[in-house]
Antibody, heavy 118, light 107 residues
Framework: VQLVQSGAEVKKPGASVKVSCKAS????????IHWVRQAPGQRLEWMGW????????KYSQNFQGRVTITRDTSATTAYMELSSLRSEDTAVYYCAREGVGASEFDYWGQGTLVTVSS | SYELTQPPSVSVSPGQTARITCSGD??????THWYQQKPGQAPVLVIYKDSERPSGIPERFSGSSSGTTVTLTISGVQAEDEADYYCQSADSSGTYVFGTGTKVTVL
């Protein structure tokens, strides 16, 4: 199992960013993919998930209206788009696969640094 | 959403036992999982479903649960165990949450 994320991004305040997470080594549509972020020196923060099979999503209230998680089953890739960026969104963004049945995150991507700066 | 509270730091000498707690009102109803995160690296699952250990995780890592508190225990701590540790759970509505994190320092 591997989750490989896209590279680092630098964005200006007010812009949007879209991070990808390419999955391999398992049946993509059988699992749920989550997005988690970590600001410098801060705790892990859950952002939302997508059921890769049916496309259903759920987002943290902390990001409601600003985050969109999608997937492309033919490319076995999940995407996280965050809009209206502000400096506080500077963080490493991770995708993670949820294991079967117990809500744990058994595999993680390597992380993508998003820097928001004018 | 609800909160999961951890002590900010735990210090332990090599060979001793480190215990990290995670407290939350919803924990008796939901499984809790634990992650180890070293600087500059992605988190790694070390305990799932309160007390199960994934393959490849050393036996010195164990978990337990009692009421609104779950505990990660590292027995015979080694220098390589120095890291941040996070608990994580989910509620019945599909919302997920991480604990506040604990920095384990090996003296």
């Amino acid at each position: 199992v591997q989750l490989v994320q896209s590279g680092a991004e630098v964005k200006k305040p007010g812009a949007s960013v879209k991070v990808s997470c390419k999955a391999s080594g398992y049946t993509f549509t059988t699992y749920t993919i989550h997005w988690v972020r970590q600001a410098p020196g801060q705790r892990l923060e859950w952002m939302g998930w997508i059921n890769a099979g049916n496309g259903h999503t759920k987002y943290s209230q902390n990001f409601q209206g600003r985050v969109t998680i999608t997937r492309d089953t033919s490319a076995t890739t999940a995407y996280m788009e965050l809009s209206s960026l502000r400096s506080e969104d500077t963080a490493v963004y991770y995708c993670a696969r949820e294991g079967v049945g117990a809500s744990e995150f058994d595999y993680w991507g390597q992380g993508t640094l998003v820097t928001v700066s004018s | 959403s609800y909160e999961l509270t951890q002590p900010p730091s735990v210090s332990v000498s090599p060979g001793q036992t480190a215990r990290i707690t995670c407290s939350g009102d919803a924990l008796p109803k939901q499984y809790t999982h634990w992650y180890q995160q070293k600087p500059g690296q992605a988190p790694v699952l070390v305990i799932y479903k309160d007390s199960e250990r994934p393959s490849g995780i050393p036996e010195r890592f164990s978990g337990s649960s009692s009421g609104t508190t779950v505990t990660l225990t590292i027995s015979g701590v080694q220098a390589e165990d120095e890291a941040d540790y996070y608990c994580q759970s989910a509620d019945s509505s599909g919302t997920y949450v991480f604990g506040t994190g604990t920095k384990v320092t090996v003296l």
